[in-house]
């Protein structure tokens, strides 16, 4: 006896029209469609005309969907069947609708059951239509299912990992795209385009950004952009298995009676110009949301400054740093993204996107010379109706430019100024009394981009006024004192010192060196001072700074957060050392350190530098001077100052020979600090053997001692060597 379920016709081919209307078809989908039947679905779609595609298509798409999790490759398979044979038009249209609800962040839900939970309940009837029954666990024949069908369907529904379901939505809707958009023949291709990028790149947004969904984004844009070779002719074949239905997209239904209606068959220049600018910024958005993920504890985006700093100035570089930036070389998941940029930038060639240019107009705002009208007002529309309304990302422009000047990493012929350089940097992470972490990927690219200005044997452009100099000294400052990553802040110090000690001015050097001592800077009163003589409150377009009221009321802004702030003044100090240390070999260049004489230092500029250097309230420690008060400890805050400390002392080991007579600060520093040390040091004994005799290791209520161990015994060494500087220096005296 026949079974007569195995000879049961499928109810999607029974069904099919002409045996139903295309909207009763589609009703039926939403109750039988399965992840098994959906290959049966896409047999259908596949081998007719296109007329089901074109009729259903549209609407098919929110049925597909949630099936992409459990049958991906059919799911998928799917997609690309209504993207290449329904109505371009109108699928697109329904690719953007589900495009802004994945970018929509209020939206946390995953639509990816089978079933919509109550939403049928929801679901509304209309007059003469039989109310809706939940079949529960019977089948549409109405038997219930098997334990063995219900367990296959369970082992069919298994979610992939946690937050990669919206991910495999994005690359599925943006491949529609890609076989979307080029389909649709119409007079303003921009009209489409200004509607389903956006909504991808809210998505892409809202997404966790990985390599896989950039990667899946560029592919859309290179079919988008690119210039496609003409299809290969099919192969005559000899044998009787019947040919595949042909993978080639179906005309644009629409573009015929447009074409009639119009007279139009092309689009125009202008309408060209205007999705090419598209694509262009497109591109460039998806570059600046790429680069600004990548930041890690270990790696500051794609460190491209510590990079060519390698390439540039391999002996500057030990074998640790050379062995960790080799990882570069070694990582699979940083080659990806090597390659992965490798195709931005390919993309940006194909588009005409010069970055020397486009990075220029970043800098000076210049006027498009193709659309000289791009600064005037123009009335706000639904599309954008020429290039000059569509903006290209400063970050992406920035990330562009810093790539193709980190791959011509010999060339020594940057496109920029120093001067506007600074204007970039200053805009980017403009001085704050309370500044925010900046951003890595971007900090990287400015700083990779001003290192070549700072390489020893560069031949650099003339040096910004002084008023920039300071801002671009101060900015690089304050950066590397907040920059929570290693190799950024390393590289803006390394940075900041050649380019301090390269300026011409010696009286400017000295300037930064006094405003590093002091740890802060002005707002814009020096830039007043300097470039404006009467200035006026708002904001310095040059520097993008607040200006202040009056150059008689400065504003203060602390170049580090206040346990940052012995460290850089240690910082100061080894610039004025490194001055020092120039005079001494060439009388010509350096800082002559004349103002630490007695018969030199009556100026105002000489006298606060000593201040800063030998603070006058230093007293000496002591079991009289530490105080058990708290909130005045006295022992604390001369162990955060131990580095500033041991860097005066250094710096006096190098001047004590040339100078003759010393200011009197100078021997009551190095006393005070000496015998500050003999006390460190026998507290550290005393605690060191009270630990012994104790029987622990470390620990105890002067535990804080043992982690200033280093600090204290060097700076024990630094007052032995300034002392016998000092005694040689009276001898010969």
């Known amino acids: 006896m026949v079974d007569q379920t195995s000879t049961r016709e499928d109810p999607l081919v029974a069904a099919l029209p002409p045996a139903t209307d295309y909207i009763t078809y589609l009703t039926l989908l939403e109750y039988q469609l399965t992840p098994e039947n959906l290959p049966t679905l896409n047999r259908l779609l596949n081998e007719d005309d296109g007329k089901l595609a074109a009729e259903i298509g549209w609407d098919l798409l929110r049925l597909i969907l949630p099936m992409l999790n459990p049958a991906l490759e059919e799911a998928v398979r799917c997609t690309e069947i209504v993207a290449r044979r329904g109505n371009p038009r109108e699928v697109v249209v329904r690719v953007a609708e589900e495009l802004e609800k994945l970018g929509d962040p209020a939206d946390d839900f995953e639509d990816d059951d089978l079933e919509d939970d109550d939403d049928d309940d929801a679901l509304p009837t209309f007059a003469g239509e039989a109310p809706r029954v939940h079949l529960g666990d019977m089948t549409l024949e109405g038997m219930p299912e098997t334990e063995q069908h219900a367990e296959a369907n369970s082992r069919n529904t298994v979610q992939p990992p946690a937050g990669s379901s919206k991910a495999i939505k994005l690359q599925a809707l943006l491949n529609m795209l890609g076989i979307l958009h080029p389909r649709i023949k119409t007079q303003y291709p921009s009209r489409f385009l200004a509607t389903s990028l956006p909504a991808a790149l809210g998505a892409y947004r809202q997404i966790p950004i990985t390599t896989a969904t950039t990667s899946t984004f560029l592919t859309m844009l290179e079919k988008l952009a690119g210039k496609k070779r003409p299809d290969l002719p099919p192969r005559v074949s000899t044998s009787n298995i019947k040919p595949a239905p042909s993978s080639a997209p179906l005309p644009d239904p629409e573009a015929k009676a447009e074409e009639e209606e119009t007279g139009v068959k092309a689009p125009s220049d202008e309408e ?216 950024l802040r390393d590289s803006a110090h390394h940075i900041a010192t050649r380019l301090l000690h390269a300026h011409p001015d010696p009286n400017m050097r000295l300037q930064v060196i006094t405003q590093t001592l002091r740890g802060s800077t002005l707002s814009t009163n020096w830039a007043e001072t300097f470039d404006d003589p009467d200035p006026e409150p708002g904001i310095d377009e040059e520097t993008g700074l607040t200006r202040s009221t009056s150059a008689l009321q400065p504003h203060p802004i602390p170049l580090a957060p206040p346990q940052q702030l012995p460290a850089l003044k240690a910082i100061g100090v080894n610039w004025l050392k490194d001055e020092f240390a120039a005079w001494t070999r060439d009388k010509f260049s350096g800082i002559e350190p004349a103002f630490l004489t007695t018969t030199d230092n009556d100026t105002n500029e000489a006298r606060a530098l000593l201040y800063l250097l030998f603070p006058a309230n230093l007293q000496p420690l002591s079991s009289d001077t530490i105080s058990t008060d708290p909130e005045s400890d006295t022992l604390g805050s001369f162990l955060l100052d131990i580095a500033f400390y041991i860097s005066t002392l250094n710096l006096l080991c190098i001047v004590l020979p040339h100078l003759r007579p010393l200011d009197d600060r100078v021997p009551m520093h190095i006393t005070s600090l000496s015998e500050s040390s003999e006390f460190l040091v026998q507290l550290l004994q005393h605690a060191t053997s009270a630990s012994k005799a104790a029987g622990l290791s470390a620990g105890g209520e002067d535990s804080f001692l043992d982690d200033s161990r280093a600090d204290i015994i060097a700076l024990q060494d630094a007052c032995t060597r300034v002392n016998a500087a000092l005694e040689h220096a009276g001898n010969v005296a």
């Open 272 to 487: 060209k110009a205007i999705v090419h600018r598209l694509l262009s910024a497109v591109t460039l958005e998806v570059l600046d949301e790429y680069l600004s993920c990548l930041s890690s504890p270990e790696h500051s985006s794609m460190s491209w400054t510590a990079r060519l700093r390698e390439t540039l100035e391999p002996q500057r570089v030990n074998s640790l740093r050379v062995k960790e930036t080799q990882l570069w070389k070694e990582t699979e998941e940083l080659k990806q993204q090597d390659t992965l940029l490798s195709k931005f930038h390919k993309l940006c060639t194909e588009l005409d996107v010069h970055s020397s240019i486009e990075i220029k107009k970043v800098v000076h705002d210049e006027v498009d010379l193709e659309h000289p009208d791009q600064d005037k007002e123009e009335e706000p529309s639904e599309y954008p109706t020429s290039p000059a309304q569509i903006p290209f990302p400063r970050a992406g422009v920035i990330f562009l430019h810093a790539y193709e000047s980190f791959l011509a990493a010999q060339d020594a012929s940057p496109v920029l100024s120093t001067t506007q350089l600074t204007k970039l940097i200053a805009h980017s992470f403009p001085l704050s009394a309370t500044p925010s972490i900046p951003n890595p990927a971007l900090q990287d690219s400015l700083l990779s981009l001003l290192y070549k200005h700072a390489l020893p044997n560069t031949k650099l452009d003339a040096p910004p006024s002084p008023a920039k100099f300071l801002l671009l000294i101060s900015t690089l400052t304050q950066l590397f004192t907040i920059t929570p990553w290693a190799s």
